[in-house]
T-cell receptor, first 116, second 112 residues
Framework: ETGVTQSPTHLIKTRGQQVTLRCSSQ?????VSWYQQALGQGPQFIFQYYREEENGRGNFPPRFSGLQFPNYSSELNVNALELDDSALYLCASSSTGTGGPPGELFFGEGSRLTVL | AQSVTQPDIHITVSEGASLELRCNYS??????LFWYVQSPGQGLQLLLK??????LVQGIKGFEAEFKRSQSSFNLRKPSVHWSDAAEYFCAVRDSSYKLIFGSGTRLLVRP
C-alpha cells in the first residue's frame, strides 16, 4: 500500500511569485485535504477536495486554490506569495463513504515553503 | 467555535518516567478526538483516536488516552517514556464533516 507522497519536499520562492505543490493520495482514498503549519504552530485547515470538487474551506484567501484529479491526486496553488506563507504544507488523504465516523487521515511528510 | 487547547508548550521527562500530555477541547456535539506525533522534519503520524464507546483508548507505541466528557479533556499518557518518544505532539478534534482542528502542540524532551 503506497502512502501519501508530496513534492517538492523543500522550495524557496520570492514575494509575489506563484507556487504549486503536489500530493499523491494513498491508494483507495478519494478525499484530499491540505493544511498549513507555520513554525511552532499546529496545522491549520486550508481546504478539502472530494471527487474533484472543493467541499470545505478554512480561513484562507482566494489566492490559495487547489485541484483534485480523477486519480485523486491533488495540487495546492498559492498566488502572489507573501512572507507569511512560509510554512510546512501538509497533504492528507482519507476515504469518505456514507455513514459511520469520518475516515482516518493519513498525512504526507509535507512541502516546506520558504518565501523571501 | 470548536477549539483545542494544549496548555503545555514544552514538557521534559526523564527516560523511563511516566508521561501525561494535556488536551482540552471545545465542541458542542460528541467529538472525534485524535493525538498525532510529529518528529522533526516529518509529517504527522496518528497515535490514537476516539470516536465513541470505551473512554480509554489504546494506541501505538504504548500510548493511551482517556476521554473525559465532564472535563472536556483527552489527555495522552504513557507509563514509561523512551528517548525515541521525543517529538511534538498534537491533539486534534474533528467535526462530523471533515476538517481537523489542531492544538498548538506540546514539545516533549526526554532526559537520558
Amino acid at each position: 500500500e503506497t502512502g501519501v507522497t508530496q513534492s517538492p519536499t523543500h522550495l524557496i520562492k520570492t514575494r509575489g511569485q506563484q507556487v504549486t505543490l503536489r500530493c499523491s493520495s494513498q491508494s483507495g482514498h478519494n478525499t484530499v485535504s491540505w493544511y498549513q503549519q507555520a513554525l511552532g504552530q499546529g496545522p491549520q485547515f486550508i481546504f478539502q477536495y472530494y471527487r474533484e470538487e472543493e467541499n470545505g474551506r478554512g480561513n484562507f484567501p482566494p489566492r490559495f486554490s487547489g485541484l483534485q484529479f480523477p486519480n485523486y491526486s491533488s495540487e495546492l496553488n498559492v498566488n502572489a506569495l507573501e512572507l507569511d506563507d512560509s510554512a510546512l504544507y501538509l497533504c492528507a488523504s482519507s476515504s469518505t463513504g456514507t455513514g459511520g465516523p469520518p475516515g482516518e487521515l493519513f498525512f504526507g511528510e509535507g512541502s516546506r515553503l520558504t518565501v523571501l | 467555535a470548536q477549539s483545542v487547547t494544549q496548555p503545555d508548550i514544552h514538557i521534559t521527562v526523564s527516560e523511563g518516567a511516566s508521561l501525561e500530555l494535556r488536551c482540552n477541547y471545545s465542541y458542542g456535539a460528541t467529538p472525534y478526538l485524535f493525538w498525532y506525533v510529529q518528529s522533526p522534519g516529518q509529517g504527522l503520524q496518528l497515535l490514537l483516536k476516539y470516536f465513541s464507546g470505551d473512554t480509554l483508548v489504546q494506541g501505538i507505541k504504548g500510548f493511551e488516552a482517556e476521554f473525559k466528557r465532564s472535563q472536556s479533556s483527552f489527555n495522552l499518557r504513557k507509563p514509561s517514556v523512551h528517548w525515541s518518544d521525543a517529538a511534538e505532539y498534537f491533539c486534534a478534534v474533528r467535526d462530523s464533516s471533515y476538517k481537523l482542528i489542531f492544538g498548538s502542540g506540546t514539545r516533549l524532551l526526554v532526559r537520558p
